[in-house]
Protein backbone atom coordinates (compact mmCIF):
# COMPACT_ATOMS: atom_id res chain seq x y z
CA UNK A 1 0.00 0.00 0.00
CA UNK A 2 1.54 3.61 -0.81
CA UNK A 3 0.07 6.35 0.93
CA UNK A 4 0.39 9.60 -1.03
CA UNK A 5 0.36 13.54 0.79
CA UNK A 6 2.00 16.69 1.21
CA UNK A 7 4.07 18.04 3.57
CA UNK A 8 4.13 21.78 3.18
CA UNK A 9 4.11 21.32 -0.82
CA UNK A 10 6.94 18.82 -0.89
CA UNK A 11 5.02 15.33 -2.13
CA UNK A 12 5.67 12.48 0.31
CA UNK A 13 5.05 8.76 -0.29
CA UNK A 14 4.91 6.27 2.43
CA UNK A 15 5.11 2.35 1.64
CA UNK A 16 3.61 0.50 4.17
CA UNK A 17 3.54 -3.46 4.44
CA UNK A 18 0.70 -5.19 6.56
CA UNK A 19 0.83 -8.71 7.84
CA UNK A 20 -2.27 -10.05 8.88
CA UNK A 21 -1.92 -13.74 10.65
CA UNK A 22 -5.77 -15.47 9.87
CA UNK A 23 -6.70 -18.22 12.29
CA UNK A 24 -9.77 -20.49 10.82
CA UNK A 25 -10.16 -17.70 8.30
CA UNK A 26 -10.44 -14.78 10.96
CA UNK A 27 -7.97 -12.14 11.70
CA UNK A 28 -6.19 -12.66 15.09
CA UNK A 29 -2.95 -10.67 14.51
CA UNK A 30 -2.17 -7.33 12.38
CA UNK A 31 1.15 -5.92 12.50
CA UNK A 32 1.47 -2.39 10.16
CA UNK A 33 4.97 -1.13 9.33
CA UNK A 34 6.59 1.13 7.15
CA UNK A 35 9.95 2.95 6.20
CA UNK A 36 10.24 6.21 7.67
CA UNK A 37 12.82 7.99 5.22
CA UNK A 38 11.05 9.65 2.90
CA UNK A 39 8.43 11.51 5.58
CA UNK A 40 12.11 11.99 7.53
CA UNK A 41 13.91 13.65 4.40
CA UNK A 42 10.75 15.86 3.46
CA UNK A 43 10.70 17.07 7.10
CA UNK A 44 14.52 17.41 7.13
CA UNK A 45 13.86 19.99 4.34
CA UNK A 46 11.12 21.78 5.28
CA UNK A 47 11.63 24.01 8.46
CA UNK A 48 8.15 25.01 8.60
CA UNK A 49 7.47 21.12 10.07
CA UNK A 50 10.06 20.91 12.53
CA UNK A 51 8.38 22.14 15.36
CA UNK A 52 5.48 20.37 14.79
CA UNK A 53 7.96 16.98 14.57
CA UNK A 54 10.14 17.66 17.71
CA UNK A 55 6.77 18.31 19.19
CA UNK A 56 4.90 14.86 17.81
CA UNK A 57 8.26 12.86 18.74
CA UNK A 58 8.95 14.07 22.27
CA UNK A 59 5.32 12.98 22.71
CA UNK A 60 6.17 9.50 21.88
CA UNK A 61 9.22 9.69 24.47
CA UNK A 62 6.94 10.65 26.92
CA UNK A 63 4.07 8.38 26.91
CA UNK A 64 6.93 5.21 26.93
Known sequence: LTIRGRLGSRPVALRTIDKITLRSG???ERV???????????VALTPQAW??????????????
Not at 55 to 63: A, E, H, T
Open 32 to 42: ASFDPLPLLGA
Open 51 to 64: PRFARVQLGRLVKR
Open 26 to 28: VAV
